[in-house]
């Protein structure tokens, strides 16, 4: 293997101490916790995972933290109540409502009822224009955290070229438009891309949010290329035993990691970055709610 693997574990580990020691700054100072409302509606079990999994590493930032678990046949007329109920929390920094959501639910009307200023996903259509616009935001987690990562591997990414393949409103967007921000050239792919190969063999940067297991090998990438995956895609692993499963990216890691200067692995790469950046979400959140300086 040619490539630097770039540990998002340990990163997301770094920042989850800095978020530690803000929460007790603001404690001790301010006699402020801030607080996190996770809104899970139904039982996908994935979401069951990732929900229970926010709601622990916020305790142990030292952060409240607030879960609500409604039934899948929840109306949404009750849905939106919890979310006036939680925007009007002044213990609550921060909502995040946990998607999927089921079919029978709006999922823009949803999040466009949170409160922008709580909208520690970054998903409200305001923070996604005052993204656009390069104004102060909340900036989703898991670009935020392909963001920091790059920044750490390389420096200054200005003038860089950035492929993106993925335009989903949740990553491929908000990642492009951060990497604008930081001035690169970016270009964003997506399943209507004509010839995909030779648009990734241009980056630089190469960020990969399809959601299709491997799809991307090492003679796409650019001899040096910084590449991040985004990808979770759980696949069989008959070698682990019958019926048991792994989470492989969507670039092939193997031979990529022989061209790449550097990659993220999954998992352990982007993955941890996302909820290390929720839990930082919610303390700029809440040092915003009390007009006190945002940790930098
Ligand atoms: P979406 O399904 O919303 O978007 C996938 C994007 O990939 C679409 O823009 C689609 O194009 C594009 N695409 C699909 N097939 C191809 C193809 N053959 N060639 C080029 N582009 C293609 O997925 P998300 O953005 O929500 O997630 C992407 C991946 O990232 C998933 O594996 C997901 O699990 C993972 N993820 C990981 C997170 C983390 O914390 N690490 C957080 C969020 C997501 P089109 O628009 O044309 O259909």
Redesign the pocket.
Known sequence: MRAELIDGKAFAGKIRAQVAENVARLKSGHGLTPGLAVVLVGEDPASEVYVRSKGKQTLEAGMASFEHKLPSDTAQADLLALIAQLNGDASVHGILVQLPLPDHLDSDLVINAIDPAKDVDGFHISNVGLLGTGQKSMVP??PL?CLMMLRDQLGSLSGLNAVV????????KPMAQLLLGDSCTVTI?????RD?AAVCRRADILV?????PK?IPGDWIKPGATVID????RIPAPEKGEGKTRLV??VHFDSAAEVAGAITP?PG???????ACLLANTVTACCRAHGLPEPT
């Open positions: 987690c898991t955290g393949v993925g335009r989903s409103n949740i990553v491929g792919a997506h399943s209507r891309t995909l990969a949010a399809v959601g299709r799809m985004v990808g979770i895609n990216g969507d999954v790469g982007v993955g941890p970055m996302t909820i």
